[in-house]
């Protein structure tokens, strides 16, 4: 651990280091304790830089390191045989991208390793458009906002950004696609439908550009 390490409390700790039993039992034979380790204080340190994220670091670090570990994955194999993945980028990780990642986790039926992240990611999820999600039987009220990491943009097939401008980052040789929408903070469900639909379409065209079955 580091010294920014010692702002966490006892049961921060705690909740960290039951975390790292879990993610142990996720990635058994994959990755050792020493790497898991390693993303989840990372991470940890990471999010510790963002005054933001206080609140509920140990279950957003567990969840950032699981992403950046099933990245790390991706990037030491050969891909053959792996889902096509694709990460959505927006500024605060609380609308946009949620709404995008929560379609094509339904949509593609889990035939896509989906990944999501914010320039400066907000506390929580939209709930406005937890509400617009949870009229076509998608719940995203559970996830998290959080940031992104060098490693899930170099594992992704396909980055989708939207709205994050010269914030998102560009790695030379990474397929990118730019969709303009309307960012739904301020907007009410009534406000946040067309863009939901709009996401909807573009998703089922990427999954379909992409070659999933579904």
Not at 124 to 144: F, H, L, P, T, W
């Amino acid at each position: 651990m580091t010294t920014r390490h010692a702002a966490l409390t006892a049961a921060d700790r705690l909740h960290l280091k039951q975390g790292a039993e879990r993610l142990q039992q996720r990635f058994v034979g994959q990755l050792n304790t020493e790497t898991i380790e390693r993303y989840l204080y990372e991470s940890v340190d990471q999010l510790l830089g963002d005054a933001r994220h206080t609140e509920w670091i140990p279950l957003l670090a567990e969840r950032f390191a699981n992403d950046r570990l099933r990245a790390l994955i991706r990037l030491e194999s050969d891909h053959l045989g792996l889902s096509p993945s694709v990460l959505f980028l927006c500024v605060h990780n609380a609308g946009r991208s949620q709404m995008a990642a929560g379609f094509m986790r339904a949509l593609s039926k889990g035939g896509v390793d989906v990944f999501s992240g914010g320039s400066e990611p907000a506390a929580s999820v939209n709930r406005a458009a937890v509400e617009a999600m949870a009229e076509k039987g998608i719940d995203i009220g559970q996830e998290i906002p959080q940031p992104w990491a060098d490693e899930i943009i170099r594992a992704a097939d396909v980055v989708v950004t939207m709205g994050c401008g010269d914030a998102c980052p560009v790695f030379p040789g990474k397929r990118y696609v730019d969709w303009e929408l309307d960012d739904p903070f301020g907007k009410t469900v009534e406000g946040i439908r067309p863009i939901r639909d709009e996401i909807e379409r573009r998703v089922r065209v990427l999954i379909e550009e992409l070659g999933v079955e579904v």
